[in-house]
């Protein structure tokens, strides 16, 4: 039987405090959201994450300070976004920045100049050393000259810095552009990113612009782009690759899924986060785009139609009755995994008071001080004054209708199905396969539940507290 979880206690282990900083870094992978005034930064997390309609951006006010958000998906995936305003200026007035600026400006500074100017009073070193990946937004719909020259000075300082952060660029707001123009914005963008790039460095050597490409060289510039609007799903599919790369148990969550789609006869499978509808992890192969938005779809069907004919579930302790009865230890407690939920948020929280960017006017949100509005899901969380901003939580279920009992399967025009299955209180699989494989469901259904006690496992030896030694997951 393979065990695709099985090399995971590489990873895992160790109770030496160091080990657990360790630990609680890799939890907690900080995005740092930055690019020009008003390119979209403030919009994509409020649609993302709090189910604010995009029509309702256009009356957001802009971000004057540096703000830390802090995120989880699926209770286990926590992660935090720093938003760098754009409108502190990047090149100060003697600087010639004009919109058309492709003169090389940023190779003409040194870097201490840059640092200061690309973080206006905040230390961009120190920003970009403590962050895993920058996500940049280019408003696709204006000169974009101003904002590749603005990344470039990032990149020049992060590869100086850091030389492990991944850029993400978003080139943003596609809606307005017919398909032959996005593929040529896309284009273009990339191509002056790179000139740019090779100009400053003297040679276009260190660029390795796909993420598929395994990074062979340190000093290679990990770099994607992605087109994206807030009028569809492509903001949350760009966000969800974001995530997935951040995850470390991101690898292990794929094998687990292909090894679903081979034993289950199932084309695609996605775990996705039911609040944000971001994807955690998919299996290995190519993400179909138009399946995606389907499969987001869905998620707002079940939750909606378990709301008018569903009965909240208040009982929150609840075991995972396996058809297996020879396992005994594969049974969960999920009252176990709130307890623990509960000490992450603790510390989590004593972590957040502690950041050394309070030091750096960062304006932490916190959960605490936070009211939440009841959304259709129920958990999103409102801002209550103009310095805080948005937050997600850790302990608050996706829904009060959403739970063991949470399933769904949709046969669609054309011979395909939907089949989505609850994992735990945040997280849905939904998996893509043709109607004839639905004969089997019982076998699906199955080898689902396996899949799920796998999960849960990988997830709490990723923990602190964890205990239990991982084992293979039963599917036939
Ligand atoms: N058409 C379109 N407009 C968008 C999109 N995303 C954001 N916008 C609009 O862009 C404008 C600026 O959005 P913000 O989110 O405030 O931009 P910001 O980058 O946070 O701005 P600052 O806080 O000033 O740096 C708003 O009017 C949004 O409605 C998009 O995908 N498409």
New binding site residues.
Partial sequence: MIDPTATINDSGGGNSHSSKRNFNCFIRPRILLT?L????????QRVIFTKMS?SQ??F?E??PHLTLNQFSCGSFINFQVQEL???LQVFTSGHNSGSGGNSGLASSYDDDTMTSMVGGGYDMERLLKRCNAVVY?IDA?DDYSESIVRLNVIIQIGRRVNPRIRYEVFI??V??LSDEAKTETQRDIHNQVRDRFADTVGGGDMWSSTSNTPNTNPQDILINFHL????DHS?FEAFSKVIQKLIPQFGHLERLLNYLLLTSNIDQAFLFDVQTKISIATDSSPTDMQMYELCCDMIDLLINMSEIYGKPNDDNVRTINDDDDDDDDEYINERENLNNDDNEQHEWNIDTQNDPYDENNVQVNDLRNNSYIHSPLGTTPVINNQHSSLIETTNEPASAVFDSMSSSVIKLTGGRALYLKEINRHLALICILREEALTKQALIDYNVRQLKKSIMKLFRLNHPTSRPPVSSPNIV
Avoid: A, E, V, W
């Fill in positions: 690019g005034r008003r390119s979209g930064k403030t919009s994509i995009p951006t256009q957001l802009s971000t305003p754009g409108q937004i719909q943003h707001k809606d307005q994206t609007s807030i009028y903001i």
